[in-house]
Structures are given as structure tokens and as C-alpha cells.
């Protein structure tokens, strides 16, 4: 049989894709996962048929070898396997007729681009194909059984990213846009661009058969720091040269300007963890965004955050807890590890401590992290002290003594948070990651985490009580009274020293500018009394200095002047983005024009300057970004804009909205759309 006797072959691509949950990638070039057959239409030239002794091979990567696993051969058979590359004729056909194949690849087969071909006694080319992750097939090591939730951690393409406080806890849409036009393509070009890839591509071709391996290397590459990485992070500072990180709203464009011109300026934890989280979805690995509240960096890793501060009480301490701190959890089979590790595996892309020489993070199993077992790969020490370090405190006073301030072990990792599966209501899975504070249980793991320094008298009831009230509802642009609490339950009266200061804070604990300072040198508080500070809180004052995270640092010690006892507490305010209002116009239907009329208040006493909403959402704005410029708003001026678009895909999708301006940004909106057919 001669090469010119197969006139054409058919990829099927519209019906293999759908099977294979890709068809969202679009239908004009074969996408399949691993593990799971798909069918091919082979049409010969009249008077020809297929030989049954054929083989085909399928190969990937630059160097593409039998020993390395990125190339197999594998012949015809009465029907395909689907613990190996396979294949079987399913419509054999008469002389003239088309020929029909059904091909299985190996679950365990690497991911990536493959070549196909057909060996006729020589090579004849039948076409590519992209083989990805299967979360569908029970025997890849990312197979996920419920449909419901491979439909949020695999095929959502728009998700919420939990920031605040762990008092404060606020959803901002994202958008993954994992299946927008040249997205996989982009992704995979990643892989390729990756350290490994170059020093050695067949053994990292190789590779990508495993999840774990392939999740490092996205961790190492949505960061810059060691490669050329995605995103360069930039915590406070110009970010004139670059895009401020509060102004994303989705990876799509991001992971374009990197494919265009490189690593892109700038992100912070939640952005290296929403691209992330797009490119494990684009590739087939279950990924979800998870938020983790009063978040540890612990940089000698003694699973203890130090504290130590001057008697004015300033913090002059080398670690750090951060409001928040945003990664991701990747769903895989551990077959390095016990079994019982499987399941969700931690990952951090936000370039913090090195991993192997490298700035990448995870992953390392939530449940060896809730026991306490920190032998496990990788990085289960860095990962436990974020959710679970104690927290001790010094005073470091004039003469060099070092005096004990306090302590917690409740400090950190507060309602660690991810959406929820199906609906937009917030997920709480604490207790994936650890036992209840304060429990028995906690308190073994640490034991079991060689924690040697931990507080011996957790719960010990100190001389003097301090809490910080504050008010409802604090919007940006007002001005607020807040008050600390004094509250002497001993029997002997006190004479205090009480410092009571607000600062400017970033998410990640850099402080900034102060914007209130109320100072009492001897506060007397009798037995059982009660006393109260006030500290006003002036617009005019913090609103020059706020960033785009909108926090303010409230801090109150107390100094018993007697027996020089010290007291602090501490709580950050999240002032409040005025809400934007959106209505749709119209009735949603697939290749329908819609509007949408979008509105925001300037809740600020002064006017806002180049005002603009940007609107995207998947299926909704054809892969683009929709912007309207506003100019200049009045303050308490209402900005009011119409917005056309037409949605392309049916079902449910988020319309994402930003407005942003010289002096109020990081103000997002989202609305759920149901389109029709």
C-alpha cells in the first residue's frame, strides 16, 4: 500500500473533543485526555484498504524516545485497552470506504503536543494532537470522581479570590479563562520554557507524566525569580513601569503579554495564584484558589513567629504575619508517598523561600500537613508554620532586657477559604489543614511537628484585658472613631502607660505611613474599671497614604508602670469599596446583543480622576476586555456607563467588572449570567 493511498484522515475533532470535555478549547484541532479512546476516520484512495498489520506511533517533545516514554508504536487490535497506548479498528470498511480507528493513550502517558503517524512499511503523517490530564479516568493519577466538583476544578472558568482580614472576609471575581483562544497553547508553552525543559528536554518531556512534577513547574514559573517566569512581584512602591496587581481581574490577559514580551509587571500572591490555577485547569489538573487568613512566613523555620518590638512598641522584628496569603491546591494521587496522601496537595507559586534551589512551593499533602507529619515532599515545614505556627512576643527594652510580652498559639491560620463548589458562597476548610485550636489533637500535631518552643501556659488569664471596637460599616473616604478597651480585673489599681496607634498596612504586613497616635502616660484604671480611648480616624489624614488593599493597621499596648507588664492587641480595618451596581438589559441569548447598564457612587469627599470600568467574562465578551472611560467624578457623584457585548456560549458565566481611577481602585463587581440558546 502506497503513502498516496490514503487520500485524507479525519481527527474528528468536534466529537472527540466534546467527549473529552475540551470542546471549549474550540473544535478545529484535536484536544483529548489521556486514558480515554477517541476515534479517527482514515480515507483511502479508491481501490486501497488498511492492512491489518499497520502500526502507529506517537510521539512528543524535541527528542522523542521509546526509553524515555515520548514515543510509543503499538499495532492494531481486536479492541483498545486503556492501560496502554492501543488501538482497534471499529468500521473497517469495504474496498474505497473510509476506515474508522479507535485510539487509547496510556493514563500515565506524558501531557503535552504529539505527532501521529502511521507506518505503512514508511511514515505517513495522520496529524497532531494535544494529550492532557484526565480528571474523568479512574486510572490517571488526577482522577477525581465527582462530576460536580470536576465541573468547578476543572472546567470553571471564572471562580471568586477571598482577600481581607480574618474579620473581614471579602469575595473578588477572577477570571481563569482557561479554555480562551491560544490559552493552552500558552500553557504548554510554559512547560517549555522552563529550566528543566532546557537543560534536559527529554528528561522533563518525560516527566510530565506525573502531576506532582509538572505542578512544581508551574509553581517555579508563574514567578519570575529564577527563569522567565510570568509575573514579577512587586508589595508597595511605583508600579508606574507595570500594571498595579489590584487591576487584573483575569489570567488571560496576563498570560498573553507574557507570551508576547515576556515576564509581566506586576502580581502579588493572589495573582500568581489565579494564573496558577488557570494553567492546572488548562492542562487537566483539579486546582481550586485558597485564601488563608493571619498567614505565617516563618523564615528560620522553628515553626514560631518571633515578635520584638521597642517600649514605644515598634515592630523591629524579622517575621512577619501576613492579613492573608493566597495559593493554590492541586488534586492528585501521591504515588511517592502513603496513599493516605492523596487528595489535595498544597502549591504556592508566590516566590518566597526557595524549594531545591528554587523559588517554587508544594506540593505537599493537606492531610500530612493536619497531622503534623513535615517529612513529607515538598516543603511541609514552610506550609505548616503558614497555617499553624505559635507566635510569641518580646519587648526589648533600653537596658538590652528582653521582656515577655506575650503569646499565642491562635494566632494564625483563621478560616482558610476557597468557593464553594457549584455556587458563590464561601467554603471554609480550616480543618482540611489542621485540628481545631486549641484542641488536644492541635496541640499533639505540634509535638509531632518537633515544635520545641512552644508556649507553656496557653490560656494563662493576663492582669489587664485590651479590645479595639470598631464601627459598622467603614467605607472608604470617611471618617471613624475608634476606641481601645482597658479593663483591669485584678484587685490593686493600675497606672498605665497606654500607646494607641494607626498605621497604613499592606496585605502582606508592610507597614506604611501613621495616620493616627493617641499616647496616655499614666492611665489610671481602677479595679474592675473600665476605660475607653478614642482615636479618630480623618480621611484627610490616611487617605493620601492608603494603597489599593485599603487596610489600616490598629495597635494598642498597655505598660503596667508597677511590675512593667505588657499588653498589646492588635486589629486591621478593611475599609469597605462602594458596591457597583449592575443590571443587564435585555434577555441572555447566545449571538444576541446584550447590555448592561453598570454604576458606582464616588463615596470619596474629593473628586476622582480617569475614571474607567473594564468588563470581561468567559463566553460573555468574545476573550476581550471591554473598557469605558468616565473621566471625572464628583464627589459622591454617580458614574453611570451602558455596555454592549454578545455572548457566545450558553450556560452560566460571570460578567467581571473593575473601575478603577487616580485615587479609588481594586473596586470589583461581578453579576451571574444564565445564557440561553
Known sequence: MNQGEIERCDLQCHTNNTDHHTELNGVGRLVVRRGQPFSLTLHLRPGSQLPSSCTLTAHTGPLPREESGTKVSFGLSDSTVNTAWSASITSPGDVWEPVSLSICSSPDAPIGLYSLSLDLGHSVPLGQFILLFNP???????????????????????????????????????????????????????LD????????ADQDCSARRNPVYVTRVISAM??????????????????????????WTGSGTILRQWAEGGSVRYGQCWVFASVACTVSRALGIPCRVVTNFGSAHDKNTNLLIEFLYDEDGEDISAESIWNFHVWVDNWMKRADLSPEYSGWQASDPTPQEKSEGVYCCGPVPLRGLREGDLTMKYDAPFVFAEVNADVVEYVRLTDGRMARMGGSTATVGHHISTKAVGSDDRHDITHQYKYPEG???????????????KLLQKGEEPGLHIKIKLPPNMLVGGDYDVSARVV???????????????????YDGK????????????????????????????????????????????????????GMDFHKTQKTVVLDNPD?????????????????????????PEGLHNCCFSLEGAGLTGGHTITHMVGTLGPQQEAKVKVDFTPTNAGLHKLLVDFDSDKLSNVKGFLNIDVKE
Request: glycine share 8%.
Open 136 to 190: 474523568w479516568c479512574a486510572r490517571d493519577a488526577v482522577y477525581m470522581s465527582s462530576e460536580e466538583k470536576r465541573q468547578e476544578y476543572v472546567l470553571a472558568q471564572d471562580g471568586l479570590v477571598y482577600k481581607g482580614s480574618s474579620t473581614r472576609i471579602k469575595a473578588y471575581p477572577w477570571l481563569f479563562g482557561q479554555f480562551e483562544t491560544g490559552i493552552l497553547d500558552i500553557c504548554l508553552r510554559i
Open 193 to 200: 520554557e522552563n529550566p528543566k525543559f532546557v537543560s534536559d
Open 222 to 247: 508563574v514567578n519570575s525569580l529564577d527563569d522567565r517566569g510570568v509575573l514579577v512581584g512587586q508589595w508597595g512602591g511605583d508600579y508606574s513601569d507595570g500594571v498595579r496587581p489590584t487591576r
Open 439 to 453: 484542641s488536644e489533637e492541635e496541640r499533639r500535631v505540634f509535638q509531632k511537628a518537633k515544635h520545641h518552643n
Open 488 to 506: 483591669n480585673n485584678q484587685m490593686e489599681d493600675k497606672t498605665c502607660r497606654f500607646l494607641f496607634s494607626a498605621r497604613i498596612v499592606s
Open 511 to 562: 507597614l506604611g505611613a501613621i495616620c493616627g497616635h493617641a499616647y496616655e502616660s499614666n492611665l489610671k484604671v481602677m479595679s474592675g474599671e473600665e476605660k475607653s480611648v478614642v482615636l479618630r480616624l480623618e480621611y484627610s489624614v490616611y487617605g493620601e497614604n492608603l494603597t489599593s488593599d485599603k487596610q489600616i493597621l490598629l495597635k494598642a499596648i498597655v505598660i503596667d508602670q508597677a
Open 580 to 604: 457597583i451596581n449592575i443590571h443587564l438589559l435585555g434577555e441572555p441569548r447566545v449571538g444576541q446583543p446584550l447590555s448592561a447598564e453598570v454604576s458606582l457612587q464616588n463615596p470619596l
